[in-house]
């Protein structure tokens, strides 16, 4: 063999684990959680089941990953919008939020995820460690600059305004009671801060 022209396993492997996480988002799309298998997961990537479960312990895994891979960013980073009116920039990440939400290629591997984060505490650590806490850390940060600009008072409990901001969202995301559109966001979002105001 010529110098030069040894397959590169990193490519391979990266080539393979993009093909699994995006077969698990399709697969769970179009038969769901509860028929979703490895087998089907392993079959649709073109890889073994073997290397399935070299990378992940657990269905629920394969899942988490296949939703964290859509929320990486080339930077690494999670920023949200700053552009000085925190209104404005609450309202556009809520419904954007919502959006994804309502939209049927998300809701189905986010309600399959939190499925299997209520019934497995060591998925649930994980997802804490890699999606809750730096997404609420970028939360936190746009609304310290809120503060610091005097849009929001400078003792506000900022924990309890995020809850304030996205437990509804979830809890109508949840029951599926109420439509999530751009109206509902907004007044998530009017409702919060008038409660926050300086």
């Known amino acids: 063999m010529a110098a030069g022209s040894t397959p590169n396993s990193t ?6 684990r993009v093909a699994i996480l995006t077969a698990t988002r399709e ?18 990537a073109g890889v073994g089941k073997q290397t399935i479960y070299r990378w992940w312990p657990s269905k ?9 891979a859509l929320s990486e960013s ?14 404005a920039d609450l309202k556009a990440v809520l419904r954007a939020t919502a959006a994804e939400f309502a939209d049927p290629a998300f809701e189905a591997p986010i309600r399959a995820l939190n ?11 994980v997802y804490r460690e890699k999606m809750e806490r730096p997404i609420r850390a970028a939360k936190l940060r746009r609304l310290r600059s809120a ?18 901001l996205y437990a ?12 999530l559109d ?17």
């Open 168 to 179: 509804p969202l979830a809890q109508r995301w949840l029951l599926r009671s109420g439509p």
């Open 74 to 87: 080339p930077d690494g980073g999670i920023e949200l919008p700053d552009t000085g009116d925190v209104e």
């Open 11 to 16: 490519r391979r492997s990266e080539r393979s």
């Open 115 to 125: 499925t299997e984060i209520i019934n497995d505490p060591e998925l649930a650590a």
């Open 27 to 44: 697969l769970i799309t179009e038969v769901g959680y509860a028929k979703l298998t490895i087998e089907a997961i392993a079959a649709r």
């Open 60 to 68: 629920g895994a394969v899942v988490f990953d296949s939703l964290l």
């Open 147 to 164: 503060q610091d600009a005097g849009q929001i008072p400078a003792d506000a409990d900022l924990d309890l305004l995020l809850d304030l």
């Open 182 to 198: 751009d109206g509902f966001a907004d007044a998530l979002v009017e409702a919060a801060l008038r409660a926050f105001r300086p």
